[in-house]
């Protein structure tokens, strides 16, 4: 598929499981719910608004996000997830500060038309192939009967 829905098991992959335990244990009050989804769903909304800023490009079904884009999305969503509260800043290092601006520099090339992404509508063909057709072909030189003793 090229237009993806963001999972947990992605933000898995950028976040370890103490993280992002300690996240949400850090971020609910009696009552409250999971606050993963919700910055999910932010990061979602702001990737297919530079999306949809370029004219060229076509959103795909609602809540899907391209997937070329999705490394980028996950580190949006794990630097907000480590700076929602105070304590969990300690989460961003020099290198993961630098993967969050990568990413919006990214999306902001996206909105300006400057970065490609993949079209919704030929969502389920990944390979990039398509058919060919032979429209021409050179005319036979030599018949099978004129190579009489090559073997």
Avoid: H
């Amino acid at each position: 598929m090229n237009w993806i829905t963001i999972t947990e098991t992605a933000v898995q992959t950028r976040l370890t499981g103490a993280e992002l335990n300690a996240f949400r244990t850090a971020a609910m009050a009696v009552g409250q719910g999971d606050p993963l989804p919700e910055v999910i769903a932010q990061v979602t909304d702001q990737v297919r608004g530079y999306v949809a800023a370029c004219p060229n490009n076509a959103l795909g079904a609602t809540g899907t996000i391209p997937k070329r884009l999705l490394a980028s999305a996950l580190d949006i969503i794990r630097y907000r997830v480590a700076t929602r509260l105070p304590q969990m800043a300690g989460l961003i290092d020099a290198l993961r500060e630098g993967e969050y601006k990568d990413a919006l520099t990214l999306l902001r090339a996206v909105a300006a038309c400057n970065y490609a992404i993949e079209d919704p509508a030929a969502d389920g063909d990944d390979t990039g192939g398509g058919t060919v057709e032979v429209v021409n072909r050179p005319p036979r030189v030599a018949a099978k009967s004129q190579l009489g003793g090559l073997a």
